[in-house]
C-alpha cells in the first residue's frame, strides 16, 4: 500500500513554483510578513467582528521627508523623493527606485540638492523625474541606472511639488514660501512641461491654498487646495489632460465643494486617486473619512465600503489598476487598524483584510498619500512613519492575504500497485464564498526525474474529486501534485500525494509452485 506524507498545504517557489507553472501562473508570490497571528478583532458599523492582523517589519527608507511615491510597472520599481539627514544636521535631496520584480540593481538612486519633493514616471518607465525648488529634475532610467538630462524650467517651490504624469503630459505644484514658514500664504500654481524637448513649461492653474494632484486613467487629473481653515470650503476640480492644441493643456470636466449649502466644514483633503476604469473618485477627507465622487463629473456617490475603524483619521486611499482592490489607509492608535484592504467591487460581501503598523521596526500611521498599487493589482505599496513623522518604512502587501482561503482536504488513494490503475479521492474545501467559476483540479505526475501533466479533474458541487491513472510500471516512489489555481476571491491551494508503489504479485501454478 502506498503512503500519504503530510497532507500539507505549501505556498510558495521552488518545485512548486516550477511544476505548477503551466496551471497555476501568476499566483506565486511571497507570503505577506505577520499575516499568521490575528490581533483584538474590531467591530465594524454592521457589528461584525473582524480580524485585525499586525503588519510585521517594514523596510525602513533613508528619507527624513515624505510627499509622494509613484509606481513604476514598465520597470517594476517603486519611486520615492525626499531627504535624506545626516548626523551634522546637513540633508540632501535623495531620489529612490526600489525593485519589487524584473532585471536590475535592487535599487536605484541619484542624489540632489535638498529640498527635494514629489516623483512621476513616464508610462514605459525611461524618465524619472523628481521636483526641486527651482526646477524639476529629469533622469532616464534604465535597468537601475540614472542618467540625469536637462531639468525642466518650473516656478520656484519652497513648500514641496507634487508631481503628476498623466495624458502624456507632466504637470506639477509650485509654491513660493512668502515668509519663514509661511507655506498656507502667497499665491501656488500648477505647471505643465512642454511636449517637446528643450521647451517651456507652462501655468495652467492658480490658488491661494496649497494643491494636491492625482492622475487617473485616460488622462484624468484632479485638483484639490488645502482647506487654510476650517471655515474655508475648497473647490476640488476633475480634469483631463489634452494635446494643447487649442492652447489649452487641461479640459474641465467637474467641480465640487463638500459642502453644497456654504454650511459646516469644507473638504480637508488627504488623497485621492481614481478607479480603474477612472468612473470613481476617491477622496480622503480628514473628517469625513473616504468620499466617493463620480470620475467624470465630480457628482456625489453612495459610498458601499466598510470604513475604518472609528477614530482613525484617514491619510490614504487607492485603486489598483486591474480594478480588483480598493485599500483605506489611516493614522490609528493602539491596535486599531491602520489599513483595510477589500475588493473594488463591493457587491462582494467579504470582510476587508485589516492590518495595524504598531511597531518601532514598521511605524505607526500610513502616511498621506503613501499607497500605491502595482499594475498587475497584486501587490500594495505602503509608506508609513513614526509618530513624529522623521522616520518612514515602505511596506508590500500581497493582495492575496485578502482572498477567502482554499484547501485540497480528505485526500485519500486505493492500493499502489506498479503498473496498475491507481484511484485518489479529495475534496475542495473554499472558505465562505462560493466560487466565480467550476473549480478544476490541476494534477501533475512526477516519477523520478520525469513528471507529466494529467487531464484537469472536475470539481463536483459538494467539492469532492477524483483522479484516476495507471502507475508507472516499476515499482518506487511517486508523487502527485494536485492544484487549484484559485478565482476572483478565492486563493490557491496546493497538495503533495507522495506514494510508494509496489510490485504487482507474480502469478503463481496450482500446487504453490511459481511459473
Not at 526600489?98 to 540593481?105: D, F, K, S
Not at 493589482?377 to 508590500?396: A, I
Not at 506498479?418 to 501533475?444: K, N, S, W, Y
Amino acid at each position: 500500500m502506498g503512503s500519504v506524507l503530510g497532507n500539507t498545504l505549501r505556498r510558495g517557489g521552488g518545485l512548486t513554483a516550477v511544476l505548477l507553472a503551466g496551471a497555476l501562473a501568476g499566483t506565486v508570490l511571497t507570503a505577506a510578513p505577520g499575516t499568521a497571528l490575528a490581533a483584538p478583532g474590531a467591530a465594524d458599523p454592521g457589528g461584525v467582528t473582524t480580524a485585525v492582523v499586525p503588519s510585521g517589519p517594514g523596510m525602513e527608507l533613508p528619507a527624513a521627508s515624505f510627499t509622494q511615491m509613484a509606481v513604476d510597472e514598465a520597470s517594476r520599481r517603486v519611486w520615492l523623493a525626499g531627504d535624506r539627514a545626516y548626523p551634522d544636521g546637513s540633508r540632501d535631496g535623495e531620489l529612490v527606485g526600489i525593485l519589487y520584480g524584473g532585471a536590475g540593481r535592487a535599487t536605484a538612486s541619484a542624489h540632489l540638492a535638498a529640498p527635494l519633493s514629489g516623483v512621476a514616471v513616464e508610462p514605459d518607465g525611461s524618465k524619472v523625474y523628481a521636483g526641486q525648488s527651482d526646477h524639476i529634475a529629469t533622469f532616464q532610467h534604465d535597468r537601475g541606472s540614472l542618467d540625469p538630462l536637462d531639468p525642466i524650467a518650473a516656478p520656484a517651490d519652497d513648500c514641496g511639488r507634487e508631481l503628476v504624469h498623466t495624458g502624456g503630459r507632466l504637470f506639477f505644484t509650485s509654491r513660493p514660501s512668502v515668509s519663514p514658514g509661511g507655506c498656507a500664504d502667497g499665491l501656488g500654481s500648477v505647471g505643465v512641461a512642454a511636449r517637446a524637448e528643450g521647451g517651456g513649461a507652462g501655468e495652467v492653474f492658480y490658488s491661494g491654498a496649497p494643491l494636491h494632484l492625482e492622475g487617473g486613467p485616460g488622462g484624468l487629473l484632479v485638483i484639490a487646495p488645502e482647506r487654510p481653515t476650517p471655515l474655508d470650503d475648497p473647490d476640488l476640480g476633475i480634469y483631463r489632460a489634452t494635446d494643447g492644441a487649442d492652447g489649452q493643456p487641461l479640459e474641465f470636466l467637474g467641480e465640487r465643494r463638500f459642502t453644497e449649502d456654504g454650511t459646516g466644514p469644507g473638504m480637508d483633503f488627504r488623497d485621492a486617486d481614481f478607479s480603474a476604469d477612472g468612473s470613481v473618485l476617491a477622496v480622503a477627507d480628514a473628517g469625513r473619512g473616504t468620499v466617493l465622487l463620480g470620475g467624470q463629473d465630480a457628482r456625489f456617490l453612495e459610498n458601499p465600503y466598510t470604513p475604518l475603524p472609528q477614530g482613525v483619521a484617514p491619510t490614504a486611499v487607492a485603486f489598483s489598476p486591474d480594478g480588483k482592490w480598493f485599500a483605506q489607509g489611516g493614522a490609528a492608535s493602539g491596535d486599531e487598524a491602520d489599513l483595510t484592504l477589500a475588493f473594488a467591487d463591493a457587491s462582494i460581501e467579504r470582510q476587508p483584510l485589516r492590518i495595524s503598523f504598531e511597531d518601532e521596526a514598521a511605524g505607526h500611521r500610513v502616511v498621506p498619500r503613501g499607497m500605491e498599487f502595482s499594475g498587475d493589482g497584486e501587490q500594495l505599496f505602503v509608506v508609513t512613519s513614526d509618530h513624529e513623522g522623521t522616520r518612514f518604512w515602505l511596506h508590500t502587501i500581497q493582495t492575496r492575504e485578502a482572498l477567502a482561503a482554499s484547501r485540497i482536504v480528505d485526500v485519500t488513494h486505493g492500493p499502489a500497485v506498479a503498473g496498475e490503475q491507481f484511484r485518489v479521492t479529495g475534496r475542495l474545501d473554499l472558505d465562505g464564498l462560493a466560487p466565480t467559476g467550476t473549480p478544476r483540479i490541476a494534477v501533475q505526475r512526477l516519477n523520478g526525474a520525469e513528471f507529466s501533466d494529467l487531464p484537469p479533474l472536475p470539481v463536483a458541487e459538494d467539492g469532492t474529486f477524483v483522479l484516476e491513472d495507471v502507475l508507472p510500471g516499476e515499482a518506487g516512489n511517486v508523487q502527485y501534485v494536485l492544484g487549484y489555481a484559485g478565482d476572483e476571491v478565492h486563493y490557491r491551494a496546493e497538495y503533495w500525494l507522495v506514494v510508494d508503489t509496489v510490485e504487482a504479485p507474480s502469478p503463481v501454478a496450482r500446487g504453490g509452485r511459481r511459473q
